[in-house]
């Protein structure tokens, strides 16, 4: 099976701009994660899909929102971009009955 | 709210010495994962613990959950180079898998 892809993989924007990210989950998985990795706060959890709904979310702003369409695909989009949503960008999905998660080689936003 | 901490946060050893990790909670789990980063890669799943004082190896791993399922462990037996990365222990709460990585230890094993 092909593994978890995730596009673009690197990206530069200005504050201020938005930014959609795309994840395309292994097959069969029905549940993807999205996930925020910086090295000042190490790798957080943004929010989680399954079946096109949002099953949990982390502690971010509203700024972060996501999506997931029939077919399992999710993108994540960030509004208003600050300086500080510098970071790997992390998608993972699974089997809902499983906790083992497969992740995707992120996407690297840049915010200048 | 939950927090993982691990500890060390780094870690260099010679190769060939043995390297432990060991993850913190402050409230009892229900189970707990094991992830390894590479550098410049990705998290990639290595294990999952589940029950109380649960020991479980792979080859030259050795992870284990405490006895009050608030603490684990991973211990590498003769670190090799391609130990190299990052360990994060994972814990999940809710119905719905509200996921908590722990701040992760980052090994670097010297040849």
């Known amino acids: 099976k092909a593994g978890v892809t995730q596009t673009p993989r690197y990206l530069i924007k200005t504050r201020g701009q938005q930014v959609t990210l795309s994840c395309s989950p292994i097959?069969?998985?029905?549940?993807v994660s999205w996930y925020q990795q910086t090295p000042g706060q190490g790798l957080q959890f943004l929010f989680e899909y399954f079946s096109e709904t949002q099953r949990n979310k982390g502690n971010f702003p509203g700024r972060f929102s996501g999506r997931q369409f029939s077919n399992s695909r999710s993108e994540m989009n960030v509004s208003t971009l600050e300086l500080g949503d510098s970071a790997l960008y992390l998608c993972?999905?699974?089997?809902?009955?499983?906790?083992?998660?497969?992740f995707g080689p992120g996407t690297r936003l840049t915010v200048t | 709210g939950q927090q993982v901490m691990q500890i060390p946060q780094y870690q260099h050893v010679q190769e060939g010495e043995d390297f432990t990790t060991y993850c913190n909670s402050s409230t009892t789990l229900s189970n707990i994962q094991w992830y390894k980063q590479r550098p410049g890669g990705h998290p990639v799943f290595l294990i999952q613990l589940v029950k109380s004082g649960e020991v479980k190896k792979q080859k030259r791993l050795t992870f284990q959950f405490g006895e009050a399922k608030k603490n684990s462990s991973l211990h590498i037996t003769a670190t090799q180079t391609t130990d190299v990365g990052t360990y994060f222990c994972?814990?999940?709460?809710?119905?719905?898998?509200?996921?908590?990585f722990g701040t992760g230890t980052k090994l670097q094993v010297i040849p």
């Open positions: 097959s069969g998985h029905r549940s």
């Open positions: 994972v814990m999940n709460s809710g119905g719905y898998q509200k996921v908590t």
């Open positions: 993972a999905s699974r089997v809902q009955e499983v906790n083992e998660q497969y």
